[in-house]
């Protein structure tokens, strides 16, 4: 079975610009979440979404980060405009609530480098 | 609030020898315990977890916790390290059992030498 699915990978951009990661969760996962791991400040939930709803976006760091769920199968995560600070790995996780064992199911990551 | 503390940020073990990772927590209840692994370019991966009943519990690729109440501890243990087990570790708490609600350590950085 897919993983949960991440792009781009890698990501390089200059300060200003708009930046766009996607995510494609797992076929019947009804919970996605976004977290940002930097050195600093370790894995940062972003927000988290349930049946495409948002749920709780108080991790967004500011007004420059957006996420949207437009169905179950993918979810994009949108910088605009991207600061230097913005530099981290984006993970996008996937989870079936029903289950409620707590388990995240994570993709491999968007490394995002601002210059 | 909940919180998780990783008091090792990194840890080198020589292959084959024991490993234990401390895991302490602050929660005023019976908390929900998770321990994540992350290789090198990956995203993290579920090891085990603890929800309630037996406080020793087994997962995957020879890891083990224990969790114990009174030291508000789950501390991660293996008793003979690979060399592919070198990667980062993440302790985590849920207050409620969902992933909604996890609060992830800042990680132990395992090296493995041969």
């Known amino acids: 079975d897919a993983g949960v699915i991440q792009s781009p990978r890698h990501e390089v951009t200059e300060m200003g610009q708009e930046v766009t990661l996607r995510c494609k969760p797992i076929s019947g996962h009804d919970y996605l979440f976004w977290y940002r791991q930097t050195m600093m400040r370790g894995l940062e939930l972003l927000i988290y979404?349930?049946?495409?709803?948002?749920i709780d976006d108080s991790g967004m760091p500011e007004d420059r980060f957006s996420a949207k769920m437009p169905n179950a199968s993918f979810s994009t995560l949108k910088i605009q405009p991207s600061e230097p600070r913005d530099s981290a790995v984006y993970f996008c996780a996937s989870n079936w609530g029903g289950g409620n064992t707590g388990e995240l199911f994570f993709g491999e990551g968007s490394r995002l480098t601002v210059l | 609030a909940q919180s998780v503390t990783q008091p090792d940020i990194h840890i080198t073990v020589s292959e084959g020898a024991s490993l234990e990772l401390r895991c302490n927590y602050s929660?005023?209840?019976?908390?929900?315990l998770f321990w994540y692994v992350q290789s090198p370019g990956q995203g993290l991966q579920l090891l085990l977890k603890?929800?309630?009943?037996?406080?020793l519990v087994q997962g995957i690729k020879g890891f083990e916790a224990e969790f114990k109440r009174s030291q508000s501890s789950f501390n991660l243990r293996k008793p003979s390290v690979h060399w592919s087990d070198a990667a980062e570790y993440f302790c985590a708490l849920s207050s409620t059992g969902t992933a909604s609600k996890l609060t992830f350590g800042t990680g132990t950085r395992l090296q493995v030498t041969l």
């Open positions: 603890y929800f309630s009943g037996d406080t």
């Open positions: 979404f349930n049946n495409n709803v948002p």
């Open positions: 929660y005023g209840a019976t908390p929900y």
